[in-house]
């Protein structure tokens, strides 16, 4: 990876990450970018907004430092995988108790509102497709995911026949 792009929902964990890649001269020489800025004290929510705006604002930091975003776009994260719906009062202590946008929601019903690692996968899904209709640009999807995604769980099924219409999965391991 030529540069990387670290965004969190949570001020802290963002100050702590950044700590870290500085520290590491591995990722000092190879280059990342926190956004929102630490400095912010705010976090950048990936599922409270369209694809475009939450692409807007990672170009428009990535261009104050002269970085175009013209490679392909590798995500590596760590969904969320726990059901949302469980207790309201563990939303609000873990800042999860936001709004989905719609455009999510087109992809996974209501299940997203419940289950956040849809989510996560429906945004994954807009930016790559968002991504494509602007360069053409291919997408890289590695994620590291609890078995339930392999299995035809009732709340996946639907909408994991509209993610391989897009992905082909190519490799992984248990």
Same mark, same amino acid.
């Given at each position: 990876l030529k540069?990387?792009?670290?965004?969190?929902?949570?001020?802290?964990?963002?100050?702590?990450?950044?700590?870290?890649?500085?520290?590491?001269?591995?990722? /000092? &020489?190879?280059?990342? #970018? $926190?956004? !929102?800025?630490?400095?912010?004290?705010? *976090?950048?929510?990936?599922?409270?907004?369209?694809?475009?705006?939450?692409?807007?604002?990672?170009?428009?930091?990535?261009?104050?430092?002269?970085?175009?975003?013209?490679?392909?776009?590798?995500?590596?994260?760590?969904?969320?995988?726990?059901?949302?719906?469980?207790?309201?009062?563990?939303?609000?202590? /873990? &800042?999860?108790?936001? #709004? $989905?946008? !719609?455009?999510?929601?087109?992809?996974? *019903?209501?299940?997203?509102?419940?289950?956040?690692?849809?989510?996560?996968?429906?945004?994954?899904?807009?930016?790559?497709?968002?991504?494509?209709?602007?360069?053409?640009?291919?997408?890289?999807?590695?994620?590291?995911?609890?078995?339930?995604?392999?299995?035809?769980?009732?709340?996946?099924?639907?909408?994991?026949?509209?993610?391989d219409e897009?992905?082909?999965?190519?490799?992984?391991?248990?």
């Amino acid at each position: 990876l030529k540069h990387k792009i670290v965004s969190e929902l949570q001020p802290d964990l963002l100050r702590t990450i950044e700590r870290r890649m500085q520290a590491d001269p591995y990722h /000092t &020489e190879t280059g990342f #970018t $926190i956004i !929102p800025k630490t400095s912010d004290g705010i *976090g950048l929510n990936f599922l409270d907004r369209d694809a475009a705006t939450y692409m807007k604002i990672l170009e428009t930091e990535l261009q104050r430092k002269n970085i175009g975003m013209d490679k392909p776009i590798c995500f590596l994260l760590n969904p969320p995988y726990k059901n949302t719906d469980e207790n309201s009062k563990e939303r609000e202590s /873990t &800042e999860s108790a936001y #709004t $989905i946008h !719609p455009s999510i929601l087109e992809h996974t *019903g209501e299940d997203a509102g419940k289950e956040r690692y849809l989510g996560f996968l429906s945004q994954i899904l807009n930016i790559a497709n968002y991504k494509y209709a602007q360069n053409g640009t291919a997408t890289v999807v590695m994620i590291f995911t609890p078995t339930s995604w392999l299995i035809p769980r009732p709340t996946y099924k639907g909408f994991r026949k509209i993610w391989d219409e897009h992905f082909k999965f190519h490799s992984g391991f248990l």
